[in-house]
């Protein structure tokens, strides 16, 4: 099993920038594709971003967040990141990170029902 624990969220204005981090422990963190989603209030948990096992590798972003947000990960260090720009009210959510023992990228890999560990989410709030 592995741990995973999200931090960097906070507030921040329009247009403004954070950089999430989701720490793992426990397994061998190479071992897992790796997710971002997030949650607003009142609705369902969205895909945001994932990535394949290697750094570098296959990647997928929602369009509400294509070009302003950059999924990457770094091994050595059991660590994915969510680099986030151009940030607008919408984006204001419970961020989670999540982890998934893929052997294969099919069709709808990144979605929430494929991830099998969850980190307990960081909130972002993002002012207008």
């Known amino acids: 099993q592995v741990q995973l624990v999200e931090s960097g969220g906070g507030l921040v204005q329009a247009g403004g920038s954070l950089r999430l981090s989701c720490a793992a422990s426990?397994?061998?963190?190479?071992?897992?594709?790796m997710g971002w989603f997030r949650q607003a209030p009142g609705k369902e948990r969205n895909s945001l971003a994932a990535i394949s096992r290697l750094s570098g590798g296959i990647t997928y972003y929602a369009d509400s967040v294509k070009g302003r947000f950059t999924i990457s990960r770094d091994n050595a260090k059991n660590t994915m990141y969510l680099q986030m720009n151009s940030l607008k009210p919408e984006d204001t959510a419970v961020y989670y990170c999540a982890a998934a023992t893929l052997t294969a990228y099919g069709r709808g890999w990144y979605e929430a029902s494929g991830m099998e560990y969850w980190g307990k989410g960081t909130l972002v709030t993002v002012s207008s």
């Open positions: 426990g397994r061998t963190f190479s071992n897992y594709a």
